[in-house]
């Protein structure tokens, strides 16, 4: 499984190349101009009394609220890589952006909210990074060059091969879906399910780093919608929780981050909502039915209660 800390690397290593290369990125021209929307903007980890938590959609030092727009501009061009100027209420930060970074990214962000946890558990100052790791606008990549772009279903497979077919997770399952309409690739991925044994190597591979044992229950998920005819991203969203002890420490945590092209309406997860949507339309229907049920009883037995005592009644003037 590819390491994040390789990923990032990587993407410093393109970031300092100085060989231009402008053929190679003909669909994008310095000055072209996006506009995102933030729909989703949280994350809550939580280690017995430590905790690192962030409402809103870190930018620079500020957190933009949900519904926040940033404008992401083209400054220029370098290596295998664009360097994009975003903008967002009165503020202007540069982002070196990987034209690879699906194939880089792709399979860490189905899991990273384990990814991150393990990290933290390990090194809880890694807990300060996470506004730097989970806040992050990928506006573009190179369509010909991005093999999960290419073939969404590989990304499913490669997912499912580190924890489905995991004989040392047995609990965990994945779904995947993918989709092509008018050119737009469309992927969500959900892993879910409990780990209830050793924990850490299935999401690092430094070979020094110890597992834990652990006893938690999650959920994961992560899409993404790319016009495949012009590399333009049109939405990416990450959410996840997970509960339970690493260690014999209490572990908490929760994520949601979104965000989409402006004016385009990016699909809704159709993983991990089944249960609770049902166990919701349960309590609709079960509440007012137990209620109902209750006072029917209750009326019932007041009826009987009466009658029996008018009989005595009757009974006792005789």
Request: glycine share 8%; with cysteine; proline share 3%.
């Amino acid at each position: 499984m590819r390491h994040l800390s390789k990923i990032l690397i990587l993407i410093i290593i393109i970031q300092f190349s100085t060989s231009d290369d402008y053929n190679t990125l003909a669909e994008l021209n310095v000055g072209d101009s996006f506009i995102y929307e933030i729909t989703k903007a949280n994350h809550s980890f939580e280690f017995g009394g430590l905790k690192f938590a962030n409402d809103g959609y870190a930018f620079g030092s500020q957190n933009l609220p949900v519904s926040s727009l940033v404008n992401v501009t083209v400054d220029y061009f370098s290596g295998g890589g664009v360097m994009f100027r975003l903008n967002a209420n009165n503020t202007s930060r540069v982002a070196f952006i990987s034209t690879d970074w699906l194939d880089f990214f792709g399979l860490c962000y189905s899991y990273n909210i384990l990814y991150h946890i393990y990290e933290i558990f390990f090194n809880y100052h890694h807990g300060y990074l996470l506004d730097l790791y989970l806040y992050q606008i990928l506006p573009y990549l190179k369509p010909a060059y991005n093999s999960y772009l290419l073939s969404p279903e590989t990304l499913g497979e490669d997912i499912e091969s580190s924890f489905k077919n995991n004989y040392l997770y047995p609990d965990i399952e994945c779904s995947y879906f993918t989709s092509t309409k008018n050119g737009e690739v469309y992927f969500e991925s959900w892993i879910g399910g409990k780990i209830d044994t050793q924990f850490g190597s299935i999401v690092n591979e430094v070979d020094d780093r110890d597992n834990y044992p652990t006893d938690v229950e999650f959920g994961i998920n992560f899409h993404y919608c790319i016009d495949n005819n012009t590399g333009i991203v049109l939405g990416v969203g990450r959410r996840g929780w997970v509960e339970g002890q690493i260690d014999e420490i209490e572990v908490k945590a929760s994520m949601d981050i979104e965000y989409e092209l402006q004016g385009y309406d990016f699909p809704k997860y159709r993983y991990g909502n089944e249960d609770f949507s049902m166990f919701f339309y349960l309590l609709i229907i079960l509440i007012p039915t137990i209620s109902i049920i209750y006072l029917l009883s209750v009326t019932i037995a007041l009826v009987i209660r009466k009658s029996r005592i008018n009989k005595l009644s009757l009974i006792n003037e005789d």
